[in-house]
């Protein structure tokens, strides 16, 4: 059996203790996973692949709650209910002392959108999730159409797999207190200034074009995609900022989704974090020298070595048996002011969710996936499904220039792009 | 779908200007707006409007009664008892607004308030002893019986209310000290909330000292 049956609740996994203390109603720490249909969805049909869905993913029924010193998920008895979309995108989801679910489905029209609280899951957990919750919505959809040709829902793993908490199985004590911390990130990055939208609404750009088009003008620059997108930002976000600014560094953040390196199937959150700068001082801001920076940035971070002991760093603080009987009203505090400090350091971030994987019979019923997230600065995700990569810019504030000067760039090599938007 | 020629990129929705450039789109006259991936979505403002009117009311109300007392003046300071009236209604209204969604929090806080706000009122008003006469020990029994009969009626479950009922139990128990030292004129309220306390307190622990376990187990995990 698993942890949250046999106990009735379950301890906040790592990565997920920040975001309860952070998360507010201008960045709600909610991420939005669509998936847009050829047809209009029936809203009957999805509540039937929900109910489905969910007995796989008996975590998503857990709701959060205080304790004294921590957070924890507390099991609950509440059936998630589909919804015709009324609230802003990525609404938010965790308000204090409610008891309600971390996560909703609400559809409009031809989108269906899940919606989550990020200290549930991470974005490789919801996608898992949005696959099984299409692949029955589709199955009973075109039942009739599809007849024998209706191909199995691949599990991937077990319940209790799912429910791993993979951060603390991956801990190690004796190797965490060796490490020396040693912080690459300037103390100040530059920050992006702009006007809010109104009611703290997200807006979000998304723009859907060809991945092997993309593929291939990154080849051109000979790198990979998330190197040439993540250095494109900074190029955009060079471009368009006041000349007084252009010195200082500009700072990405990237999440790393842990689960290859730690041979994991958790559908909890199990990611880590890296901040790639390129330093407009000391080098020119030409797109080929930041890609090149870039890409050692990553080759520097993205091995084995580097990222368990960042894991290790972050378990250390957790298991530290100060922190752990400080009360919980203070520990909020505490993370509270560290995240703002953290957040002098970053300009923006980027963070490539990976591919859908949908049965090769279901594919005339899909048009597209795309993700967006809460935010408080403007930033990328971005996520594939066949040939088609959505981009899509989340940002609090009305302006689009750095949106403008990164899409014009690509449409003006040749790629051909559409662009929605929410406000 | 639309195509602008400035950013050389489709426009997936219909809308006279481009999303990234905001130059009018080339058929800007015939499109037809129609949310067709997003919905159009009500301002939330207009909700809170009631909750702006009522604290410009107060404020409007209290800044005059000051300036009345300045004019004519009287002998009791009565617009300093009218400000505090008003902070206790608000302060009554915020924690009945903020722990909205979890009934057996928000009655705790109640009673934590009103007794706190009895205490003050009867301090300023020439202590006659009131407040721990009756207020005190009444709204320690109201709340019990109020979470009782919530908790019937939501069908709550124990893990949601248990912790509270036990801590309005240990509440309720302090008017023992007003009896031992003599503290109150009326001594049956006091009576009856000590009494209560320990008969909810006892069957708590008696019939469900399991659940009282755990809730304790996962609230004060390190």
């Not at chain 1, 993540?230 to 990405?252: C, D, F, G, V």
């Not at chain 1, 994991?264 to 990611?271: D, K, L, Q």
């Not at chain 1, 990569?389 to 014009?408: A, G, K, M, N, W």
């Amino acid at each position: 059996m698993n942890e949250v049956n046999k106990k009735g609740w379950t301890r906040l996994d790592n990565a997920s203790k920040i975001f309860p203390s952070t998360s507010d109603h201008r960045d709600t720490k909610v991420f939005r996973i669509s998936c847009e249909l050829y047809e209009d969805v029936d809203p009957i049909i999805l509540q039937q692949a929900l109910d489905l869905s969910i007995e796989s993913f008996p975590f998503y029924r857990s709701i959060l709650r205080k304790g004294v010193f921590w957070y924890y998920f507390e099991s609950s008895d509440i059936l998630p209910k589909v919804e015709l979309e009324s609230q802003p995108i990525c609404a938010p989801i965790y308000i204090k002392d409610r008891r309600n679910l971390l996560f909703r489905v609400v559809y409009y029209k031809k989108r269906i959108n899940v919606e989550t609280f990020h200290a549930l899951c991470d974005g490789a957990g919801a996608i898992w999730f949005m696959e099984t919750l299409i692949h029955h919505y589709i199955s009973i959809k075109h039942r009739d159409d599809l007849g024998d040709n209706i191909p199995d829902l691949k599990y991937k793993a077990s319940i209790s797999e799912k429910m791993d908490d993979s951060f603390g199985r991956n801990y190690n004590k004796k190797q965490a207190k060796k490490i020396k911390s040693k912080e690459k990130r300037p103390s100040k990055s530059y920050q992006i200034r702009g006007t809010k939208n109104d009611e703290y609404k997200t807006k979000v750009v998304e723009a859907s074009m060809s991945t092997n088009d993309l593929l291939n003008l990154a080849h051109e620059y000979d790198t990979t995609l998330t190197v040439f997108l993540a250095s494109l930002l900074i190029y955009s976000i060079h471009k368009e900022r006041p000349a007084r600014m252009k010195n200082k560094p500009i700072t990405l953040a990237v999440p790393i989704n842990l689960r290859p390196f730690f041979n994991s199937t958790t559908a909890r959150n199990f990611f880590s974090a890296m901040s790639i700068t390129y330093d407009f001082k000391n080098n020119t801001p030409e797109l080929e020298n930041i890609i090149q920076s870039i890409n050692k940035d990553f080759k520097d971070n993205l091995n084995e070595k580097e990222l368990y002991s960042h894991l290790n760093k972050f378990m250390l603080w957790e298991q530290n048996p100060f922190t752990r009987i400080i009360p919980l009203p203070i520990k909020d505090f505490f993370i509270r002011v560290a995240d703002k400090l953290n957040d002098i350091k970053t300009t923006s971030s980027i963070s490539n969710v990976g591919k859908f994987n949908i049965p090769k019979e279901f594919k005339k019923y899909i048009r597209q996936f795309s993700i967006c997230v809460s935010a408080r600065r403007p930033l990328i995700t971005l996520c594939s499904y066949e040939d088609r990569l959505v981009i899509s810019f989340s940002s609090p504030f009305r302006e689009t220039d750095i949106q403008r000067s990164f899409f014009q760039f690509l449409s003006h090599r040749g790629i051909e792009m559409e662009i929605l938007s929410n406000l | 779908m639309q195509y602008c020629n400035h950013c050389k990129v489709y426009i997936r929705e219909n809308k006279q200007k481009c999303t990234l450039c905001d130059n009018l789109l080339p058929n800007y006259d015939k499109v037809h707006i129609d949310n067709e991936y997003f919905p159009n979505i009500r301002p939330f403002y207009k909700k809170h409007l009631a909750i702006r009117i009522m604290l410009f009311i107060s404020i409007v109300a209290v800044v005059i009664s000051f300036a009345i007392n300045m004019i004519f003046p009287s002998e009791i300071n009565w617009p300093v008892l009218f400000l505090f009236g008003i902070i206790s209604a608000w302060l009554g209204l915020i924690f009945i607004v903020q722990k909205r969604y979890h009934i057996p929090k928000k009655i705790i806080w109640q009673v934590l308030i009103i007794s706190g706000l009895s205490i003050f009122w009867d301090w300023k008003t020439g202590w006659r002893g009131w407040s721990l006469d009756y207020i005190i020990p009444i709204s320690c029994i109201a709340a019990m019986i109020i979470m009782y009969v919530t908790a019937r009626i939501m069908k709550l479950s124990i893990s949601n209310y248990i912790t509270y009922t036990l801590i309005d139990g240990l509440f309720g128990i302090i008017p023992i000290l007003f009896i031992l030292f003599d503290w109150v004129k009326v001594k049956y309220p006091s009576i009856i909330s000590v009494s209560l306390s320990i008969i909810s307190l006892s069957a708590i622990f008696i019939f469900h000292g399991e659940n009282i376990k755990k809730e304790i187990n996962k609230r004060m995990h390190i």
